[in-house]
């Protein structure tokens, strides 16, 4: 592979004014398995696609709960993810026994966009070779942020990240807006009909090949996690609820 003699270091710029460490890093996130989000104003659903499904032991979950209103959907290289998962959680713990109040998810995002950027700062370090989504609820609704190697974040109703991140923001883009008075069935809904159709594949095929996680959380709704092991019944009930018509699926045709 070619080496580059501004990409030694990641406090190096390039002539053209670029940090090549970052863009490796960028690179390093984008080759790790899609998770992808949505919310309404009440609900969040993270989803984590296994594509490579054989090769996949059970201990590479991308998908983490930091306490039951906030989750962190992890994608890139499995060891900077567990580090700044525990990172991440070792806050929030400081943060509510100092403070008893439960963190705002505004400040998590905030901290965790300072955490990557200080890796970007000083000699000897490297950027986090990951991308991650923090989805949580706290009095001002359900939040979404997603964080970015440089070390700044997006409040978005949507994101994905990983291997097909491009195809699925081209999804949200197009009709996220009408996510936000979605139940979280709904939200459901939409996020697997989306993925199916993505894949050119069924719906049983899917269930049964178990290629995603899924975790839920909101308004009354403590953080929960589906695992593999639950999709084939839970998925398949789901889709006979849109058969017997009792989730209203109009505007996604």
Same mark, same amino acid.
């Given at each position: 592979?070619?080496?580059?003699?501004?990409?030694?270091?990641?406090?190096?710029?390039?002539?053209?004014?670029?940090?090549?460490?970052?863009? !490796?890093?960028?690179? *390093?996130?984008?080759?790790?398995?899609?998770?992808?989000?949505?919310?309404?104003?009440?609900?969040?659903?993270?989803?984590?696609?296994?594509?490579?499904?054989?090769?996949?032991?059970?201990?590479?979950?991308?998908?983490?709960?930091?306490?039951?209103?906030?989750?962190?959907?992890?994608?890139? %290289?499995?060891?900077?993810?567990?580090?700044? !998962?525990?990172?991440?959680?070792? $806050?929030?713990?400081? $943060?509510?026994?100092?403070?008893?109040?439960?963190?705002?998810?505004?400040?998590? *995002?905030?901290?965790?966009?300072?955490?990557?950027?200080?890796?970007?700062? $000083? #000699?000897?370090?490297?950027?986090?070779?990951?991308?991650?989504?923090?989805?949580?609820?706290?009095?001002?609704? *359900?939040?979404?942020?997603?964080?970015?190697?440089?070390?700044?974040?997006? +409040?978005?109703?949507?994101? *994905? +990240?990983?291997?097909?991140?491009?195809?699925?923001?081209?999804? +949200?883009?197009?009709?996220?807006?009408?996510?936000?008075?979605?139940?979280?069935?709904?939200?459901? !809904?939409?996020?697997?009909?989306? %993925?199916?159709?993505?894949?050119?594949?069924?719906?049983?095929?899917?269930?049964?090949?178990?290629?995603?996680?899924? #975790?839920?959380?909101?308004?009354?709704?403590?953080?929960?996690?589906?695992?593999?092991?639950?999709?084939?019944?839970?998925?398949?009930? $789901?889709?006979?609820?849109?058969?017997?018509?009792? +989730?209203?699926?109009?505007?996604?045709?």
């Amino acid at each position: 592979m070619f080496r580059n003699q501004y990409d030694s270091e990641v406090i190096l710029y390039s002539p053209e004014g670029r940090l090549l460490q970052i863009e !490796y890093a960028t690179n *390093a996130s984008k080759n790790g398995n899609s998770l992808f989000s949505i919310k309404s104003n009440s609900h969040i659903i993270l989803i984590s696609l296994n594509e490579n499904v054989e090769y996949i032991a059970k201990h590479t979950n991308k998908i983490f709960s930091i306490n039951e209103s906030i989750s962190v959907g992890i994608s890139g %290289i499995i060891g900077d993810g567990r580090l700044v !998962y525990d990172l991440i959680q070792q $806050y929030v713990k400081e $943060y509510e026994l100092g403070n008893n109040l439960t963190i705002p998810i505004s400040s998590l *995002a905030v901290l965790s966009s300072k955490l990557f950027h200080t890796n970007t700062l $000083y #000699s000897g370090t490297r950027p986090f070779g990951i991308n991650i989504i923090i989805t949580g609820y706290d009095k001002n609704g *359900a939040n979404l942020f997603e964080i970015h190697q440089e070390g700044f974040f997006e +409040i978005n109703i949507g994101t *994905a +990240i990983g291997k097909e991140s491009d195809t699925y923001k081209k999804f +949200i883009n197009q009709i996220g807006l009408n996510f936000k008075i979605s139940s979280v069935d709904e939200l459901v !809904y939409y996020s697997l009909k989306f %993925i199916f159709e993505s894949k050119n594949q069924d719906t049983n095929k899917l269930v049964f090949q178990k290629q995603f996680n899924i #975790s839920l959380l909101g308004k009354k709704l403590k953080f929960t996690f589906i695992n593999s092991k639950a999709n084939k019944f839970i998925f398949k009930n $789901y889709f006979n609820l849109i058969n017997k018509s009792i +989730i209203n699926t109009n505007f996604l045709f």
